[in-house]
């Protein structure tokens, strides 16, 4: 019996709070999103949408310390369990518009605690002053430090939400173009693989965006840079195994779903792991029990991952 590289795992969904927090959402930050939207080249103060983040609670015990790396911010978060030498290189989300260290720390405490690692989190550049590819660098300038401390590249897992998600591929690609090893695994959230949409396929929204925003958000990455290297464009046979976490709601499981046979088809290792009527990055509340369960899968995959055990079912 030959080895299994893909495997999907479908999980329940649909509680009570989940359906509270879509229909909050809906009314709430889709508005926000959708006046965005209108006139998306205004300069919009970003920053802000960051410091609405230091109103979510961080895990108990769980320890900040602020680096710099290549002239950038970044933290490195640890718990009381963290083992020593097991290291996630984390990609924050926000569309490459918003999104920090505050608005994704609750979440970031999160991982750390259940996987028991440490992980370093990146404040990269962003749109619309910087370009996506120079958020790759900044990645990858991240990746280069984790392996100039000593750490091995077996003892590093990528992972990232939304636009992070898009960013693990990317960094593990530059990567392997200038020689690096790749990392023991990429583990991603509601991943964004492709602003071509006519390449890669989109449809439907969750509660927070539809595949119109996408389009919106394609035309003002585009102003900042004529291309850019995408998950799509990496060469994908020579990444490591893959986890995707994904809700079947939003506009970018279409997306995922192509990636993730792409991958296989490419000899990758691929867990998918689904769950219905979620919001895009649902992982990131701390209300929902399909978060928490979300959480934990992720943490046994990055367990079984360093394990050399890749190929993970819930």
């Not at 019996?1 to 927090?21: A, E, K, N, P, W």
């Amino acid at each position: 019996m030959g080895t299994v590289t893909f495997m999907r795992t479908d999980f329940g969904g649909g509680s009570i709070r989940s359906q509270v927090l879509n229909l909050v959402m809906r009314n709430s930050a889709r508005r926000v999103i959708d006046v965005w939207s209108l006139a998306p080249t205004l300069p919009w103060p970003y920053g802000v949408v960051d410091h609405a983040g230091r109103l979510q609670r961080k895990v108990a015990g769980t320890v900040f310390e602020r680096v710099e790396i290549a002239g950038r911010r970044a933290r490195v978060v640890r718990t009381p369990d963290s083992r020593s030498g097991r290291h996630i290189l984390y990609f924050h989300g926000g569309a490459f518009v918003v999104g920090g260290w505050h608005l994704h720390g609750s979440l970031i405490s999160r991982v750390a605690a259940a996987t028991g690692t440490t992980v370093l989190a990146v404040d990269y550049r962003q749109l619309p002053q910087h370009s996506i590819d120079d958020a790759t660098a900044d990645g990858l300038a991240a990746y280069r430090h984790l392996l100039a401390q000593g750490i091995p590249a077996e003892d590093i897992v990528f992972m990232g939400d939304s636009a992070g998600g898009f960013l693990s591929f990317t960094v593990a690609d530059r990567a392997r173009e200038e020689g690096l090893p790749a990392p023991r695994a990429l583990a991603v959230m509601s991943p964004l693989i492709d602003l071509d949409l006519e390449r890669t396929p989109a449809s439907g929204g969750c509660a927070i965006f539809d595949v119109r925003i996408l389009s919106i958000f394609a035309r003002l990455a585009n102003r900042r840079s004529a291309g850019f290297h995408a998950p799509a464009d990496c060469a994908l046979g020579a990444l490591p195994p893959v986890l995707f976490q994904v809700s079947s709601a939003e506009a970018l499981y279409p997306q995922v779903c192509q990636f993730a046979n792409q991958l296989e088809s490419a000899g990758v290792t691929v867990d998918l792991h689904v769950w219905p009527d979620q919001l895009h990055v649902f992982q990131a509340s701390l209300l929902i029990p399909e978060a928490a369960e979300a959480v934990q899968a992720l943490a046994r995959y990055v367990t079984q991952a360093f394990e050399a055990k890749v190929s993970v079912s819930a």
